[in-house]
């Protein structure tokens, strides 16, 4: 069965930091896409990034390019994000998900908050 | 950047009716389009891919058409596990874009 569980969100205050850590299991993290999908609370879903299997290949939605940064470890089977100079517009769940050109993300975790306030 | 329109934001219907869910794009995205649906409180799911193709344990009542600029979500009788929000979502090119949703409603 594939799991995917976030952690690391939490209240940040404005100009801040704050990593995401994905933790993959239940298929073969390193022959997979993955990415970053975030929801503002009561708002839409937003595509953040997407990482190849080699972490070579990363795209970012425009908004956070320059202050957010996908990384990942393949010897852990996990996924990161670090989130730096964050706003009031970060403040979203975020979900890591396993993506394929194929069936697009396939599988999703069960999100964590990130709340950027001061 | 491919913009996704999705109609209409809120759709009220009973138990059994047929559901239409309609997005398109601002360009032509062949059939790299998917559809998820989200619980209150949870993470999305995948409903379709390639435009309709059903996901994985996906009930048969789900179906997906289009392609192009024009796509369907339908929902054959609808069931009560089925009022939730709907997105669609193109794949075709970054930046990668989501439709704003559909909240099926109980009528």
């Known amino acids: 069965e594939v799991r995917l569980v976030e952690s690391g969100g939490g209240l940040v205050q404005p100009g801040g930091s704050l990593r995401l850590s994905c933790a993959a299991s239940?298929?073969?993290?390193?022959?997979?896409?993955m990415s970053w999908v975030r929801q503002a609370p009561g708002k839409g879903l937003e595509w953040v990034a997407n990482?190849?299997?080699?972490?070579?290949?990363?795209f970012y939605v425009d908004s956070v390019k320059g202050r957010f940064t996908v990384s990942r470890d393949n010897a852990k089977n996990s996924l990161y994000l670090q989130m730096d100079s964050l706003r009031g517009e970060d403040t979203a769940v975020y979900y890591c998900?396993?993506?394929?050109?194929?069936?697009?993300?396939?599988?999703w975790g069960q999100g964590t908050l990130v709340t950027v306030s001061s | 950047d491919i913009q996704m329109t999705q109609s209409p934001s809120t759709l009220s219907a009973s138990v059994g009716d047929r559901v239409t869910i309609t997005c398109r794009a601002s360009q032509s995205i062949s059939y790299w389009l998917a559809w998820y649906q989200q619980k209150p409180g949870k993470a999305p799911q995948v409903l379709i891919y390639k435009a309709s193709r059903l996901g994985s344990g996906v009930p048969s009542r789900f179906s997906g058409s289009g392609s192009g600029t024009e796509f369907t979500l339908t929902i054959n009788s609808l069931q009560p596990d089925d009022f939730a929000s709907y997105y669609c979502q193109q794949y075709l090119s970054y930046p990668i874009t989501i439709g704003g949703g559909t909240k099926v409603e109980n009528k």
């Open positions: 990482v190849n299997q080699g972490g070579s290949q990363i």
């Open positions: 998900a396993r993506y394929s050109g194929d069936e697009s993300f396939q599988s």
């Open positions: 239940g298929f073969t993290f390193s022959s997979s896409w």
